[in-house]
C-alpha cells in the first residue's frame, strides 16, 4: 500500500515550527495546494473572523478554519485535505472527525481538488458525507501559460484574440498600481456594483487590508485598465507556487444600481486587462491562471445560468472547464451536523425566492449547477 494512504489516518495539530513554514510545506502537498490555503489568504480569512487551524492530515499541511454556527455549533471547515483519490479521501475525513470530536466540533468539510465524477459522488455518499455549499467555485477555468507568448495567444478562441487587438485600437490602457487606499477603494467600488447584492464580498475595510497583505508577501497585484482617460474595469490577482488566482474583479455598469448590464461598450477593455494579468503571470513564473468560477461544463451553454456570460468570456481563453468535486461534510454530531445542513437548505430558498427578491431589489436567478442543494 503507498506511503501516503498508510499516513491518511493519522491527524494532528502542526507544531509552531510548521506553521511558521506553513507556504513551504502546502506546496509539497501532492497536488501543490492552491491560494486559498496560503499563509496571506489565512491572514485574510482570519480579518473576515475565521479562526484558522493548522493541520497535519497523513504528513501533509492542511488549512482549515473554525467556523460559528448560531444555533448549532461549531465547524471545521477544510481546503483539503490533499489526497490522491477519493478512497483516500473518505479514510482522511473519518480521521479528522475522529480528532475533531475530542475539540467539540460539530461537523467536518472538506473541499479537495479532485476532480468531478457521478461514481466518486456515490462513493462519498455510501460512506456517509453529505454534499454541502461550497466556499469556493465548483468549476472554474485554467488557462495554460506555458510555452511562448505566441503560444499561449494561439490557444485562445478568436474573439479573444481579435478583443484584444481591439482594445488596443480603442486605446485601452492597463496598469499595474499600489493597492493604496484609492486603488482599493476605485476596485471595491466596482466590484460592488458588479456584486449588486447578488454574491457577498467583505467590507471596503477588510478588501483593502487583504489586497495589502498579499502585496506585501510579494503574491499579490493590483490591475486598472483605463478607457478614454477613465478607470472602467479592474482586477487583483494572487500568486502561489506556479499558479495565478483571479481573486477578485469588477467594471463600470451600464446603468447605476443594475449589476446586470456591464458598462464596458465596446472597447473589449476586460480583454486587453485579462492578457496584461497573464502576462504578469508568466513574468512571476506561473504557469496556469485560474479565472476562479464560472458554469459547469454541464451548464456552460444555458443561458439561463446567471453566470452565462461570465462563463462565455472566460471560456473565451480557454475551452477546457475544470470541474471539482465539490464540498462535503462529515458528522461529528449527527443532530446538530444535520440542523447545520437544513439551516443552509432554507436561506438558500430564501436566497433564490421570486418574492424576497423582489422585496430585496435582487435580480436573483437559481444556479442550475446547485440543484443538488434543493433535493
Not at 31 to 56: F, K, S, W
Not at 323 to 333: K, P
Not at 334 to 363: H, T, V
Request: aromatic content about 8%; overall charge positive.
Amino acid at each position: 500500500m503507498p506511503a501516503s494512504r498508510t499516513r491518511a489516518a493519522h491527524v494532528r495539530f502542526a507544531t509552531a515550527d510548521e506553521i511558521a513554514r506553513w507556504d513551504e510545506l502546502l506546496l509539497q502537498s501532492p497536488d501543490e495546494g492552491n491560494v486559498y490555503r496560503c499563509t496571506a489568504n489565512i491572514d485574510g480569512m482570519a480579518m473576515q473572523g475565521g479562526t484558522p487551524v493548522h493541520l497535519m492530515v497523513g504528513g501533509h499541511a492542511v488549512t482549515a478554519f473554525r467556523v460559528d454556527v448560531p444555533l448549532a455549533g461549531p465547524l471545521w471547515v477544510l481546503f483539503g485535505p490533499p489526497v490522491d483519490d477519493v478512497r483516500e479521501l473518505v479514510r482522511s475525513a473519518r480521521a479528522i472527525a475522529a480528532f475533531a470530536e475530542n475539540y467539540g466540533i460539530v461537523a467536518v468539510r472538506f473541499r479537495t481538488q479532485l476532480k468531478a465524477s457521478a461514481d466518486h459522488e456515490r462513493l462519498l455518499q455510501r460512506h456517509g458525507l453529505v454534499r454541502v455549499p461550497t466556499w469556493l467555485d465548483d468549476s472554474t477555468v485554467v488557462v495554460d501559460l506555458k510555452g511562448s507568448e505566441q503560444d499561449v495567444l494561439s490557444r485562445f478562441k478568436k474573439r479573444a484574440r481579435k478583443s484584444i487587438r481591439r482594445a488596443t485600437r480603442e486605446g485601452v490602457t492597463v496598469d499595474r498600481v499600489p493597492a493604496t487606499e484609492e486603488n482599493c477603494r476605485i476596485l471595491y467600488e466596482m466590484l460592488d456594483a458588479t456584486s449588486g447584492g447578488r454574491f457577498k464580498i467583505p467590507t471596503l475595510a477588510i478588501s483593502t487590508a487583504v489586497f495589502q497583505r498579499y502585496e506585501a508577501s510579494g503574491q499579490g497585484q493590483l490591475f486598472l485598465a483605463r478607457h478614454d482617460g477613465e478607470v472602467v474595469v479592474g482586477a487583483f490577482v494572487a500568486t502561489f507556487g506556479t499558479t495565478a488566482l483571479y481573486l477578485g474583479a469588477g467594471s463600470v455598469r451600464q446603468r447605476p444600481g443594475d449589476p446586470s448590464l456591464c458598462g464596458l461598450g465596446g472597447s473589449r477593455a476586460a480583454y486587453a486587462l485579462q492578457w496584461h494579468i497573464m502576462r504578469w503571470a508568466r513574468e512571476q513564473g506561473c504557469e496556469r491562471y485560474d479565472l476562479d468560477g464560472t458554469p459547469s461544463s454541464a451548464t456552460i451553454g444555458d443561458f439561463s445560468h446567471p453566470r452565462h456570460g461570465v462563463g462565455q468570456f472566460k471560456t473565451a481563453f480557454s475551452e477546457e472547464i475544470t470541474d471539482y468535486l465539490g464540498a462535503y461534510q462529515i458528522a461529528v454530531n449527527p443532530r446538530r451536523a444535520w440542523l447545520i445542513r437544513q439551516l443552509e437548505i432554507r436561506a438558500q430558498r430564501a436566497d433564490e425566492s421570486p418574492l424576497l427578491n423582489r422585496l430585496r431589489g435582487r435580480q436573483v436567478r437559481p444556479n442550475p449547477d446547485y440543484v443538488w442543494l434543493r433535493r
